[in-house]
C-alpha cells in the first residue's frame, strides 16, 4: 500500500478476522504493533474456501530482525490447523528481501503479472507466489486406457 487504510477500516478489518477465527498475528513492542500477519479464507461460493490470501507488513526497523519469519510461521501453522490447503500471495518484484523471506519458507512462484504496480513513473512486476499445505490428489489422465479400468456392471444394470 502507498499509504495507511483509515484505522476505522482496519479495526473493522481485524475485528471481523476474530469473528471468523482467521489465523491473524500481531508483533508488538513495549504496546506498540510493529508487524502483523493474516491470511483471510476465499470464498466457499466460488470453490475457493481451501485457499487463504496471506497479508503482512512489518515496520522499516523492525525489518531483517526474524519479526515477519515468526508472524508468518505462526499464521501457516494456525492456517493449516483450520483445514487451510494452500496460502497465496503477490509480492513486488523489487521486494527482494520479502521474495527471499518467502522462499526460504517454501513458498514457491506460481506466475507473474508483469507491470502490475505503476508507482511515481516506475513500473514493477507483481509476483504470485504460494504455498501448499496439502497437496492435492492428482488429476487423472484422460487419455483412453492410461488409468485403470472402469468397474464391472452386472447385465441389466446400468
Known amino acids: 500500500m502507498l499509504e495507511a487504510p483509515p484505522i476505522e477500516r482496519v ?4 475485528a471481523s478476522n ?3 477465527g482467521n489465523p ?11 508487524g502483523w500477519c493474516d491470511v483471510t479464507p476465499g470464498s466457499a461460493a466460488v470453490g475457493m474456501a481451501h485457499v ?12 531483517g ?3 515477519g519469519r515468526r508472524l508468518i510461521n505462526a499464521t501457516v ?22 521474495i527471499a523471506l518467502y522462499r526460504s519458507l517454501g513458498f514457491q512462484e506460481e506466475g507473474r503479472k ?6 511515481d513513473g516506475i513500473y514493477d512486476d507483481v509476483i504470485l507466489m504460494a504455498l501448499e499445505l496439502k497437496r ?23
Open 11 to 14: 479495526q473493522s478489518f481485524v
Open 18 to 20: 476474530i469473528v471468523a
Open 24 to 34: 491473524q498475528f500481531v508483533a508488538e513492542e513495549n504496546g506498540r504493533i510493529v
Open 52 to 63: 487463504g490470501r496471506l497479508g503482512m507488513g512489518v515496520l522499516t526497523g523492525y525489518r
Open 65 to 67: 530482525r526474524k519479526v
Open 77 to 98: 501453522e494456525k492456517a493449516r490447523m483450520l483445514g487451510l490447503e494452500k496460502i497465496e500471495l503477490g509480492v513486488f518484484s523489487s521486494n527482494e528481501p520479502a
Open 114 to 119: 508483469k507491470r502490475g504496480r505503476f508507482v
Open 136 to 158: 492435492p490428489n492428482p488429476i487423472p489422465d484422460p487419455t483412453p486406457g492410461s488409468g485403470p479400468p472402469p468397474p464391472r456392471r452386472e447385465a441389466g444394470y446400468p
